[in-house]
């Protein structure tokens, strides 16, 4: 039964322009410093920024500029640019068009301010550590390396001590760079923001526990740039306050994500930033909504005021790209749970090896405990080259079909 | 002498899991694999058992394709085939080494699906400088070391220097080997040198140096202009003009067709920078009062693997250093599709070597789709190029 009469298959969110807006300035803001003494920093995309905002440091988010090229669809010339200098097509599509925007100033918003040094932490993947340090040398600028030894069954005492040692080592860093002091009551009041912005994003993604969904994860996956970037500062806070009471404004009033949602499923991976809104219209007309995601969750990591260094160790250490896959298993499992979802979709990710290796044995995991379906989808997050539309829309109704 | 050693060593790499069938039916010890050369086989052999070296194999893929994507490199893909597949069978358990994703997410599936005994993670550090790295390699390899204990047996200190004692010699022997080599690439091919290195790390350390010091003696007759020439077909005693010397850089190298195709084409690698070759070589632990302490001093100073994180050791210039010192007037890049470690790399020392003169090849390999004579077309292009320079 495909819905494509009645009410539109999208429903604005309110919010965005609000989003849009507080994006744009942040962009604005950020090239205007370039050339300034307002120190620039560029962060991977799990990297502990709330020391930045401590610190007055411009946070700047290569992997949320990808995310905007590829969904502008300029990722494929950019990558091509760093193919041409001999990076290998098959590495990450992110780091690949990074590097291209860097040299060419090209991509939607004509590239990112310069950076004063890079932080990188590799709790993300090990892919983050090469490219920032070619980033290192193409800017001839210092970076620190976040390492966050990866937890394969338990957390060792002694990984979680290398972690908080670093968390030092990171405002020395800072120091030094910035000229400026750290200071732990500024530092204290931004994890406190951090923590609320982090707490009010979970609830934003806990509406989508309703049935109907007022959300679903095409629409996390554009809001989620907030709590990324921003975390720790005030306006993110207010922000997601502002979406959360929409969300729940949708849902006294009986509207819905999806016009006539029959079934939810949980989307796994890195969204695919080119086919986001035909996507999301796809499943819209099958009367699908993804209600949940892997992705935008990794981001709701705990932070405890009373220790906050302690618990930033843990938090960034234990983050979803940084466990097995059985300790990943758990967590889809509480999702697909607590989101009531009937299966899942994944998005086989060529250019994230550590989010997408493993999926197979995840999938026969998830069908085997649960009974439910998995969708497996071969594409990439940016690089539209390989990607087949016709073929991925195929393979979705035929798996939505499956359903009673 | 020295052909019986060399024909003893090609047996072994031919039918790599062989000797260690052998040993465990002679010795009732247990054998654990392991992927890659930051292992601390010291630790494993002082447990009593027999550390084998785990690099894939050129093999059309099976049972793996339904565990791991085809975006994964063959090295993966290749060895969980093998392991899902029954061919290393011998193993008791597999040592897992923090490398790269793709090492990191095979571990996993290793441990969910190839159903071996014990599974262990030593998950060093991707920084290789600063104190707290290092303090955290020293408790990682300590922390090991207790947990394998619980399953191997406890290792002492005293065991653990003797065993440190062992595989300090066999790299001394080793770099031996290629110093010898680097003075004259005549005394021995290169597919013979690094077969001699893929057999060290399958058996046992003892008996490889007694082979090695056996084939070292030949080696330096050879050197002084005694004794007959090296035997290896495909290595001529009768072919007076000299090969051309290049350097390789790669990861796993145990393409022996390659490598003899690359001799006869008139090319030889006198050194190199794989982690199946040179890497194995040279660094000793300083042995001192605490073994834990002396792997950690042999792992953080030895050669670094691309996966490795160390601005102030900037691999081209490292590398530059290398190629000039072994006399190399070109480069080899034997690398794995889908290795991103290496991939990310290349742009960067491709451009020092350039900037150098050194004229170089970018080859890119999955095992079980070498193509021979299309790589020759490529090598032989290569040295042409060289010759006419």
């Known amino acids: 039964m495909v819905a494509e009469e009645g009410r539109k298959l999208y429903l604005k969110i309110d919010a965005t322009d609000r989003m849009k807006q507080l994006m744009t300035e942040y962009y604005i803001d950020a090239k205007g410093a370039e050339g300034t003494d307002r120190p620039i920093c560029w962060i991977t995309s799990g990297g502990p920024v709330e020391f930045l905002i401590a610190m007055d440091v411009i946070p700047i988010y290569p992997e949320n500029h990808g995310a905007m090229c590829g969904a502008s669809k300029m990722g494929v010339q950019l990558a091509e640019v760093a193919e041409g200098l001999g990076f290998s097509g098959d590495l990450c599509s992110y780091a690949r068009l990074d590097i291209g925007s860097a040299i060419t100033h090209g991509g939607p918003i004509g590239g990112l301010p310069r950076p004063d040094f890079l932080l990188c932490c590799n709790n993300i993947c090990g892919t983050v550590q090469k490219w920032y340090e070619e980033l290192a040398r193409y800017f001839e600028v210092p970076m620190f390396l976040m390492d966050t030894p990866f937890i394969h069954k338990t957390t060792y005492e002694h990984a979680t001590e290398y972690v908080r040692k670093q968390c030092l080592e990171l405002v020395a860093f800072l120091e030094e760079q910035t000229g400026r002091e750290f200071s732990l009551e500024r530092f204290a009041e931004v994890a406190m923001l951090s923590v609320e912005g982090i707490e009010l994003w979970k609830e934003v993604l806990k509406t989508a526990e309703h049935r109907p969904s007022p959300l679903t994860c095409f629409d996390a996956f554009i809001h989620m740039a907030l709590i990324v970037t921003l975390r720790g500062t005030p306006e993110v806070v207010e922000y997601y306050r502002l979406l959360k009471g929409e969300m729940e404004k949708r849902i006294e009033n009986g509207i819905s994500a999806v016009p006539e949602e029959k079934h939810r499923l949980i989307w796994d991976n890195i969204p695919i930033w080119f086919e986001m809104r035909n996507l999301g219209q796809l499943f819209a007309r099958n009367n699908t909504c993804l209600v949940a995601d892997t992705y935008t969750t990794a981001w709701a990591i705990d932070i405890k005021i009373d220790d906050p260094l302690t618990s930033m160790a843990d938090a960034y250490t234990g983050i979803y790209l940084n466990i097995s896959i059985d300790l990943m298993f758990e967590k889809l499992l509480a999702l697909i749970e607590r989101f009531s979802a009937d299966g899942v979709v994944m998005h086989s990710n060529r250019s994230c090896k550590p989010y997408s290796l493993g999926q197979y044995d995840l999938a026969r995991m998830v069908t085997e405990r649960t009974g439910k379906p998995v969708l497996m989808i071969e594409a990439d997050m940016t690089d539209s080259r390989a990607y087949s539309e016709a073929q991925v829309r195929d393979r979705v109704e035929a798996f939505i079909e499956s359903f009673p | ?389």
């Open chain 2, 1 to 389: 002498m020295s052909v019986d050693v060399l024909s003893r060593l090609q047996d072994l790499t031919g039918d790599p899991y062989s000797y260690a069938r052998a040993w465990k039916g002679r010795t009732g010890g247990k054998v654990m694999g392991f992927y890659c050369h930051y292992a601390p086989e010291e630790i494993i052999h002082a447990a009593g058992a027999l550390p084998v070296r785990i690099t894939g194999e050129n093999r059309v893929i099976s049972d793996s394709g339904a565990h791991l994507q085809s975006y994964c490199c063959s090295l993966a893909r290749t060895g969980l085939d093998m392991a899902l597949g029954g061919d290393l069978d011998v193993l008791d358990g597999t040592v897992f080494v923090h490398t790269c994703d793709t090492m990191q997410r095979l571990s996993d599936i290793w441990r969910l699906d190839a159903g071996f005994d014990a599974h262990f993670d030593v998950v060093l550090p991707g920084r290789m400088e600063g104190d707290s790295s290092r303090e955290y390699l020293y408790q990682e390899l300590g922390s090991f070391r207790d947990r394998t204990g619980e399953y191997l047996g406890p290792v002492d200190d005293e065991a653990l220097k003797r065993s440190i004692g062992i595989h300090n010699r066999n790299r001394v022997l080793l770099e031996e080997m290629y110093r010898l080599r680097r003075q004259d690439p005549g005394v021995l091919p290169s597919d013979e040198v690094l077969m001699v290195v893929a057999a060290s790390a399958i058996m046992d350390k003892e008996e490889h140096n007694a082979l090695l010091e056996e084939l070292l003696g030949t080696l330096e007759t050879r050197l002084s202009g005694g004794g007959p020439p090296p035997q290896s077909s495909l290595c001529k005693g009768e072919e007076k003009e000299e090969k051309i010397r290049l350097f390789g850089i790669g990861s796993v190298m145990d393409q022996w067709e390659f490598l003899r195709m690359v001799e006869d084409a008139g090319g030889t690698i006198v050194d190199d920078d794989f982690c199946t070759g040179h890497r194995c070589a040279g660094a000793v632990a300083p042995e001192g009062p605490d073994p834990i302490e002396s792997i950690t001093a042999r792992i953080w100073d030895g050669a670094l693997c691309p996966c490795k994180h160390a601005m102030s050791r900037d691999r081209a210039g490292y590398l530059l250093e290398r190629i000039t010192g072994s006399g190399a007037k070109g480069v080899l890049f034997f690398q794995f599709k889908f290795c991103e470690p290496h991939a990310f790399d290349y742009p960067h020392v491709k451009k020092a070597l350039d900037e150098h003169g050194i004229p170089s090849l970018h080859l890119e390999i999955e095992q079980g789709s070498v193509s021979i004579p299309r790589l020759r077309t490529r090598v032989e292009a290569l040295l042409e190029t060289m010759r006419g320079a």
